[in-house]
């Protein structure tokens, strides 16, 4: 039976300061989050500054200032060649619907011992933890994620998230989603009506959207 899925690598690299050109492709789409001190990119022929803990999608160049700490999440096409960046992850989604897809971007943050239902996503994704300690169950495995570690999520493996440090926790997060959930429709799928009831135990920042 052919695959007729839609192959893409999800993405994330550390941008040194400087200005870094990000590629023209066909359904590329590219997202910045500055972790530390700040950056700028153009938007419709404006230069926008970007902030500490903030983020938004760009395009074209963006400009890091010296001793700010930035990531740029992107999605493209799996055979597309990586950007001259350092990269931190990345990982092969296929995901099972059809195109057009919506790009989303968000952060998520829990407080020490938290914990999430058994759960999926409607989507791939790619996250980073920005800071605290969290343990991650996924599928079969568990793992230890620290502060700067990057993680790829298929959305169809179970998952169970447990913030193990003794500060809250937060990871931003690049989700590929189904159009019909634009416009900041919940991805979340809870394993049963068990998990469902419980609470979710997370605090959500919607940073955006894009096709």
Known sequence: MTNNRKRLRLAVYDLASGTT???DRDGAVYFLYVEAGSAETT???ATVSVGADDGRFVSGQVSVAD???AWLYEKVDADAPL????IALADIAE???AEPFVVRADRVESTPGARTPRHGHRGPGLRRLIFGQLQAEVGEGIRRIRAGEAWFETGAEPVVGINTGGTNAAFV???VLPNELAGGKS????ADETEAAKPRSVN????????
């Not at 991805?187 to 809870?190: G, I, K, N, Q, R």
């Open 21 to 23: 050109s990000l590629p």
């Open 43 to 45: 938007d419709d022929g």
């Open 67 to 69: 001793g700010a700490r």
């Open 83 to 86: 950007l001259e960046a350092e």
């Open 95 to 97: 995901p099972d619907f």
């Open 173 to 175: 997060r690049l989700l």
């Open 187 to 190: 991805s979340f799928v809870a």
């Open 204 to 211: 959500l920042r919607l940073f955006g959207e894009t096709a």
